[in-house]
């Protein structure tokens, strides 16, 4: 399945899944791919910020690639993966892209290397990576300042739009950054740039109102990822206020699993708690969390079960 500029609904980021002594838990990467088709996902993602994959050998990367490629078509299943290959140089990039698209993926996730500074090298950095990774290849710009440092205005994403064919989708995570989605959309309707997927990340943080600025969809991580696939078809449906109701339930623990250091730790032990990971381990360096955090996060959970089934976990 290849990624196109009509991508949308939610494209769940996966974590890695790792057993206690590091090494990668492919039973468990089995059991996320059936999840998320279970659940409506229109996608799936990898290696992304909090798929560890700077902790990944190369090998293993590709190995990731290839074991949720085969799982997606044995289950005979529609849903394009896309993969992130942000590396600091362009040599690493090409590689696992080739890798990743012999595979069998859809498209590929680039963010821009924290040097940058000026909006003639963002577009050329873009530029220089489609020259590596060949034009064919569908690729998403990952717009999140808040970690790479690199500030990205609605008129240098319409420069890589207008000058790249190949860039398909807008993964975004400013924040704020509802203005953003604003003004990309009206760029849209004044003719001044073809059209794109721009699909949400920061957790889904801001999925609710995300949504009514234009965006299509998600591309993201969180506990309960099916409530993000509910979200995005309560919203195209124009169900707002079931859509906020159900958004607003999920925001205490969506809010703590956004903590800086420990979110990965918190997602992994609720999907471990849901049954899909067999462990919450993380490959090290990794964040524990403290016996007060298992706590509070047991207690968030509780309190989500009152208005909605999925959290009364046993």
Request: aromatic share 6%; proline share 7%; hydrophobic share 45%.
């Amino acid at each position: 399945m290849t990624l196109t500029t009509a991508a949308r609904g939610v494209y769940p980021i996966a974590p890695t899944p790792f057993l206690d002594d590091g090494r990668i838990d492919f039973d468990s990467l089995d059991r996320l791919v059936d999840f998320y088709a279970a659940i409506g996902a229109d996608g799936i993602t990898v290696l992304g910020q909090l798929g560890e994959a700077p902790k990944l050998e190369p090998a293993e990367s590709v190995e990731i690639v290839r074991r949720v490629c085969r799982r997606v078509a044995a289950g005979g299943r529609a849903l394009p993966l896309v993969v992130g290959v942000s590396a600091p140089g362009y040599a690493a990039m090409r590689a696992l892209t080739h890798a990743a698209m012999d595979a069998g993926a859809g498209g590929v996730m680039i963010a821009p290397p924290p040097a940058l500074r000026s909006d003639d090298a963002i577009v050329g950095y873009y530029r220089q990576a489609v020259e590596a990774i060949g034009a064919d290849v569908p690729f998403v710009i990952q717009d999140y300042p808040l970690t790479f440092a690199v500030q990205m205005t609605p008129g240098v994403i319409r420069r890589i739009v207008a000058e790249l064919p190949s860039c398909v989708m807008l993964k975004h995570e400013d924040w704020p950054g509802l203005e953003k989605i604003s003004a990309l959309r009206g760029f849209e309707r004044d003719g001044s740039m073809r059209h794109i997927a721009i699909l949400c990340g920061n957790g889904g943080l801001f999925l609710d109102y995300e949504m009514e600025r234009g965006a299509d969809g998600a591309n993201t991580g969180y506990a309960f990822p099916d409530m993000l696939c509910d979200v995005v078809r309560l919203a195209r449906a124009g169900e707002r206020e079931a859509a906020h109701d159900l958004f607003d339930a999920h925001l205490p623990l969506l809010r703590y699993e956004q903590q800086p250091g420990i979110g990965l730790a918190v997602r992994k032990h609720v999907l471990m708690r849901r049954g899909i990971l067999a462990c919450a381990a993380q490959r090290k360096p990794a964040a524990v969390l403290a016996p007060a955090a298992l706590a509070e996060v047991e207690h968030l959970l509780r309190r989500l079960a009152r208005h909605d089934a999925r959290a009364a976990l046993p």
